[in-house]
């Protein structure tokens, strides 16, 4: 199966929009993230999101992996946990 | 400058950093507090707040039963309406900016360009309140309710430390509770991250000894409009004498633990409000990019929509007229006023529940769109 892999960078956006923007994403991709065919991978420098993103995707039944790349971070959002 | 005067600006700048460090490591955000609890249901950085304010009434109880705090605070007021205004108008201003006047401070010292436009609509906003003090000063008094009890103890003549005691028999129980669940601290965090319960704990200590050093508790809104003032001065000095409320002298009392007489207002001068305020702020901001820059996260970003930035800026300057109407802000109220139970302050958090509920539909209708 051929998984592809949507990236968001939402670095320098105004708060909350990188946590609407996530949830809006995993409502809207939620079949395929079920299914393991989509991985959402956000670009984030708001520290709070790295709290709070990764608390509502799990919320969700989600894996998440969180990453420091830089000067920022990064969430893969996948397969069901 | 004498010694007392120095030993205040230098802490209150050594306090503002601690404070700026910490905010920004926990990113203990006051607005999120409130906006993720209408947004999201979220609600572990309101039992946070609740922790911070816990600690402020006990320490608040025993220096002013000590007399190293004067009881209530000095700038505290009767009771108006203009509370209640203010608090709704800050609560919308601060959703739309992103941040409360304090958080643009220390994430706009991260690296946040968007917090820094915040700060220039709250320069803005100060500067527009300025031109209509006069219109709104007979609004203002009109607003009055009529009371001169400055806190609840003195509304429903009791001792303070009752009021103080019967509040932590409630709050101490439940903080207790949500500790035992495990709902003070977050499961995941960013590098450096504090936890919300130590965040509070040293947020609680900071605001306090920034108050026992100040005399007053933590506030900076009036250093906003004393900037526009200064802003404003080389470009229209003649205009800058006129206008009354630069002139008035809000803050006049004698500080009971250095005993000099401390005496200031929003006009660009170097008094008393810009040797409390003015280090705080710097603080603010410095705590805030020495965090990043030691996490290597100091970055200035400017891809956000311009939507965006026209909210952070509406909301500042929303956030600046409200601070003069209420007056003062929710770091005022919620770290110095609600912890001794002043009216003005239970009046502005009243406001501030709506108004940042109307700041969320607000938000998400106009600010936030699908990507």
């Not at chain 2, 933590?218 to 229209?236: D, E, H, I, Q």
């Not at chain 2, 909210?311 to 770091?331: D, E, K, Q, T, Y």
Request: glycine letters at 12%; proline letters at 5%.
């Amino acid at each position: 199966m051929v998984m592809e892999e949507m990236v968001f960078d939402l670095r320098g956006r105004i708060c909350p929009s990188t946590l609407l923007v996530a949830m809006k994403e995993m409502n809207d991709h939620r079949q395929q993230l079920q299914q393991g065919t989509v991985r959402l991978r956000l670009l984030l420098e708001n520290r709070d999101a790295t709290v709070t993103i990764p608390e509502m995707a799990r919320n969700m039944g989600y894996q998440v992996e969180i990453s420091k790349q830089g000067q920022h971070y990064e969430l893969v959002i996948g397969e069901p946990a | 400058m004498n010694g007392s005067q120095l030993i205040i600006l230098l802490g209150q700048l050594l306090l503002g950093m601690a404070a700026g460090f910490v905010m920004h490591r926990a990113d203990f955000c006051m607005t999120g507090i409130f906006r993720d609890l209408f947004l999201f249901g979220r609600r572990t950085m309101l039992y946070a707040l609740l922790l911070l304010m816990t600690c402020l009434v006990l320490l608040y109880t025993l220096a002013q039963g000590l007399g190293i705090l004067l009881y209530p605070f000095p700038l505290f007021g009767a009771p108006s309406l203009a509370n209640l205004l203010g608090g709704v108008l800050f609560g919308i201003g601060m959703v739309l900016a992103g941040g409360c006047v304090v958080g643009s401070l220390y994430r706009m010292g991260g690296g946040s360009t968007l917090s820094a436009t915040a700060v220039i609509g709250l320069i803005v906003g100060s500067l527009l309140y300025v031109e209509l003090d006069g219109w709104w000063l007979p609004i203002g008094q009109s607003l009055s309710l009529g009371s001169s009890a400055i806190t609840l103890p003195q509304l429903l003549q009791l001792p303070p430390w009752l009021i103080s005691l019967v509040l932590l028999t409630v709050t101490v129980p439940l903080l207790l509770l949500w500790w035992r669940r495990g709902l003070l601290q977050v499961p995941f965090g960013p590098e450096g991250h504090l936890q919300p319960w130590m965040a509070a704990l040293l947020l609680a200590l900071i605001a306090f000894l920034s108050t026992l050093l100040a005399g007053i508790p933590l506030g900076v809104t009036t250093s906003y409009a004393k900037l526009a003032g200064y802003l404003l001065l080389p470009l229209a000095p003649e205009h800058v004498a006129t206008l009354g409320y630069f002139q008035r002298q809000g803050l006049d009392f004698s500080h009971p633990l250095l005993g000099i007489r401390l005496t200031g207002g929003g006009g660009p001068r170097l008094d008393g409000i810009a040797l409390i305020q003015l280090p705080l702020m710097a603080g603010l901001v410095a705590g805030g990019a020495l965090s990043a820059l030691r996490l290597g996260e100091l970055q200035w970003y400017f891809k956000a929509p311009r939507r965006q930035y026209l909210s952070a800026f509406c909301g500042g300057l929303v956030m600046g007229l409200a601070s003069r109407l209420a007056p003062a802000c929710n770091i005022w109220h919620l770290t110095g006023g609600l912890p001794i139970m002043a009216l003005q302050s239970i009046l502005f958090v009243a406001g501030l529940l709506p108004g940042t509920w109307l700041g969320v539909q607000l938000l998400t209708r106009l600010v936030v769109r699908s990507e």
